[in-house]
């Protein structure tokens, strides 16, 4: 669903990737760890064409690489920011109807998971508590789900999650655990930008450690979660 190769990415004269490749299968869940400032948040702007980047990003068969973000979101690749992005005057159902986009398809033609308010709010209970609540008047995790389901109101195949279990409660933790689980179950892929190993044991089925911009080191999350000496080195403060 992804394939990213040599992705180089700036702001301005400050160089924060350095020849950064990976791939994202159908259905699959990664994780792109490592410690504050490692350049994961950087990564996925680039992908999403936010910020300046060199390389090649192919997205579903296409490429991506020259393309603006309004034109990536629509061929169906979800972003949802760290800092969430919520309209806090909206609802949270007029958060949900911003991210509407139409029905998609595979590229082999199969259809692809399909998601409206109903599904949503049952699939974030709290939400389907509130759904006529700002989104100003919600708590950060309540912010971080109504993030998480606006993107998914777009029918992505593919969801950057960057940060998703930082600065919320481990109730929260769990439940988006249990949704990016359910999002594997539907065929949806996932890039996780995580810093947590064992959040992203709960959900990933591989992963790539970043240090300084550059990957050093990959494999599944069974061998991650393993290696002390991998997580010592680029996991721990």
Do not use: C
Not at 217 to 228: C, F, I, P, V, Y
Request: glycine share 10%; proline share 4%.
């Amino acid at each position: 669903m992804l394939s990213v190769a040599n992705l180089n990415a700036s702001y301005g004269a400050a160089r924060i990737l350095y020849d950064l490749s990976l791939e994202v299968g159908r259905g699959e869940v990664v994780s792109l760890m490592g410690r504050n400032g490692a350049g994961k948040t950087t990564t996925m702007k680039a992908i999403m064409g936010l910020i300046a980047r060199a390389g090649t990003v192919h997205f579903d068969g296409s490429d991506i690489s020259r393309l603006k973000p309004f034109e990536i979101a629509r061929l169906g690749l979800g972003f949802t920011p760290e800092d969430r992005r919520i309209f806090s005057d909206l609802t949270v159902l007029e958060n949900l109807d911003i991210g509407r986009q139409p029905l998609r398809t595979f590229r082999d033609g199969t259809a692809a998971p399909h998601w409206n308010e109903t599904k949503l709010l049952s699939l974030f209970p709290n939400l389907g508590e509130m759904p006529d609540r700002p989104g100003g008047q919600m708590s950060g995790g309540e912010q971080q789900m109504l993030t998480i389901a606006r993107t998914l109101m777009g029918n992505p195949l593919l969801i950057l999650l960057d940060e998703p279990s930082e600065g919320v409660a481990p109730l929260i933790v769990e439940q988006i655990a249990d949704t990016i689980i359910e999002l594997k179950k539907e065929g949806v892929s996932v890039l996780l930008s995580e810093q947590n190993v064992h959040f992203a044991q709960l959900v990933s089925d591989r992963a790539y450690v970043l240090e300084k911009g550059q990957i050093q080191w990959s494999g599944t999350m069974a061998e991650l979660a393993n290696n002390a000496g991998v997580q010592r080195s680029y996991l721990t403060m």
